[in-house]
């Protein structure tokens, strides 16, 4: 284990716990004007990249880790979306309230697409 895992777990904790205190009262609705379109690709970039980060780094931890590491990268970068969710207007998040979620969705699965094709043999 390097530098990069720490540094990325303190910048998803990050993100998360300021969604957490956007829930309790702290005010970051309407600080970006972002369409849920962008959301989508955010959520695209960083399931991709996490998931091929996590395959790369996966062969140089250790066996007792791996699932802990698993657990980082993937339930780490739907925070990002979430804060950038919540740092959009009110009006855009009542009209499509299940963008958050339909992003976790995109960032899992193109996170689990390197995950699961690091086992086929390249040709």
Known sequence: M?????????FFFACWL???LQGVGAPLAGTIVMQPQTLYMVAVVTGWCT???????????PKSLRGRFLIT????????SFLLWAMTPESYQQQAPLVPLYGVG????????????RRFPSR
Not at 51 to 61: E, F, I, S
């Open 73 to 80: 990268y993937l339930l780490g970068p739907p925070g990002i």
């Open 106 to 117: 995109v960032s899992a699965v193109l996170f689990l697409v390197p995950v699961l094709l």
């Open 51 to 61: 998931g091929n980060l996590y395959v790369r780094r996966r062969a140089q931890v």
């Open 2 to 10: 390097n530098r990069l895992e720490p540094i990325l777990l303190a």
């Open 18 to 20: 300021s969604v957490l």
